[in-house]
């Protein structure tokens, strides 16, 4: 699936990934290929992303929003 994490500044990430654990509003979740479609508020923590080669990558952030649609995954985070 293609994940891009975006900051008010900055793209932290833009890439394919094989999975992404996010700090959800309502506790912690994973989203995978073909997740079904999804939008969801998200609390300060961290995002981990295993990429197309499996490298696990973490980014901290201070909560946001995601959403998931079609293998396609944006978060909009602080």
Same mark, same amino acid.
Do not use: R, W, Y
């Given at each position: 699936?293609?994940?891009?994490?975006?900051t008010?500044?900055?793209?932290?990430?833009?890439? &394919?990934?094989?999975?992404?654990?996010?700090?959800?509003?309502? $506790?912690?979740? /994973?989203?995978?290929? !073909?997740?079904?479609? #999804?939008?969801?508020?998200?609390?300060?923590?961290?995002?981990?992303?295993?990429?197309? &080669?499996?490298k696990?990558?973490?980014?901290?952030?201070?909560? $946001?929003?995601? /959403?998931?649609?079609? !293998?396609?995954?944006? #978060?909009?985070?602080?």
């Open positions: 699936m293609f994940v891009e994490i975006i008010p500044g900055q793209t932290l990430f833009s890439g &394919e990934a094989k999975l992404v654990q996010l700090p959800g509003a309502e $506790g912690s979740f /994973e989203v995978m290929q !073909n997740h079904a479609p #999804i939008i969801a508020l998200l609390q300060a923590g961290n995002v981990k992303v295993k990429d197309a &080669e499996n696990d990558l973490f980014f901290e952030i201070n909560g $946001g929003v995601m /959403e998931n649609l079609k !293998n396609k995954l944006i #978060i909009l985070a602080e």
